[in-house]
C-alpha cells in the first residue's frame, strides 16, 4: 500500500473533552515545525461528555483530523483496532488523549521506524507520575510479560505512546482488552525488530484514569495466558492436548498393571486376594484414564474447530517475487 502521509496519529478517547483543544495543538505544532505530513485520527470510544462536539469542530477546521465514534464505550483495544485500520501514514502513533503522553516524542518515534529500520517502538514512562497503585502492580506485570512473551527489552508493554511501521497495524488485530500486548501481538505476527525509547511522562491534567480497578490484573493474567497459548498450541491443539492426555493414560495404566499383579500374585501364592477396589492404585488408574480420555477428546475438538476456523491459513505473507 502506497502511503498517504508521513504519520497517522491514532487517538483513543473517552471522556477527555477538556485535554483534546490543548493535545490537538500540540500535534500540529510539533508537526508543522518538522514538516511532516499527517492525519490525526480520533477515535471516540462511546464518551458521554461533549468530547465529540470538540473533534467535530476540529475536523471542520482542519482537514488533517478524522474521528471515529463509537456508538457506545467498547474499550481501548476496539478503539485502537478502528484507528488502525482507518490509518494511512507510513508510521503509526497511538498516544492517549488525556495529555500524559509528549507529542514531543513523535520525531525521534518516526527516526527510530524509518531509519534504524524497528517495527515497533515502545514508549517507556520510566519515571511515571502515577499513583503507587498503578506503579507497582505494573512492574511484576511487566516482568510476566516479558517472561512469557520473550520480548526481553520492553520494560513498559502497556505505554499508550507507540510507533509502528504501517504494516506492522494492519496485520495485527486487537481485540478485547490485548492493548497491553501489543508488542507480543506483534511479535507472534512476525515483526522482530520491537524497540524501546524513554518518553516523557505527566500527570493527568484534567479528569480521571478509567483504568482504576484491580480486576484488570486477573484478566491481564488471563489475557496473557491466552496470547502464549495460541502463540504456542493455537495451530496445532492436538499437541498440547494429546500430550498431557498421552502422559494421564500411561500413569492410568501403570496404575492397572501394578492392581492386576498384585491381585495375580496373591492369588499364584494361594493367600486370600484384596479386594481390587481396596488398593489404591485403583482409584489413580480410574482418574488419570478419564482425565486422559477427556484431555484426547478436548485435543480433537480442538483440532476440529481449527480445521474449520476461517482464519487457519492466514499467514503473513510479506513479500513475494
Ligand atoms: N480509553 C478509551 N476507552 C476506554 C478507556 C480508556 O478509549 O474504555 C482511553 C482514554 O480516554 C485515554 C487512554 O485510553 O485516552 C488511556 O486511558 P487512561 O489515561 O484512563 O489510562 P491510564 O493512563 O490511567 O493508564
Ligand atoms: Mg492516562
Sequence with gaps: MEAKYNISVVVPLYNEAESLPELYDWIVRVMQAHGFTYEIIFVNDGSTDASWQVIEGLAKKDACVHGIKFRRNYGKSPALFCGFRAAQGSVVITMDADLQDSPDEIPELYRMIT???????????QKRYDPLSKTIPT??????????????NLHDFNCGLKAYRIDVVKNIEVYGEMHRYIPYLAKNAGFAKIGEKVVHHQARKFGKTKFGGLNRFVNGY???LSLWFM????????????????IMFFLGFV????????????????TPAPLVTSSPYFYIALTTMILGTQLFVAGFLGELISRNAEGRNDYKIEKEV
Aim: hydrophobic share 45%.
Design 231 to 246: 502463540d504456542s498450541f493455537g495451530l496445532k491443539p492436538m499437541h498440547v492436548f494429546g500430550f498431557l492426555g498421552s
Design 222 to 224: 488471563l489475557d496473557l
Design 255 to 270: 496404575a492397572v498393571v501394578v492392581v492386576g499383579a498384585i491381585k495375580l500374585v496373591a492369588l499364584s501364592n494361594g
Design 139 to 152: 512492574k511484576l506485570f511487566n516482568a510476566t510479560a516479558r517472561r512469557v512473551s520473550g520480548i526481553k
Design 115 to 125: 531509519e534504524e529500520g524497528y517495527d515497533l517502538v515502545s514508549g517507556y514512562k
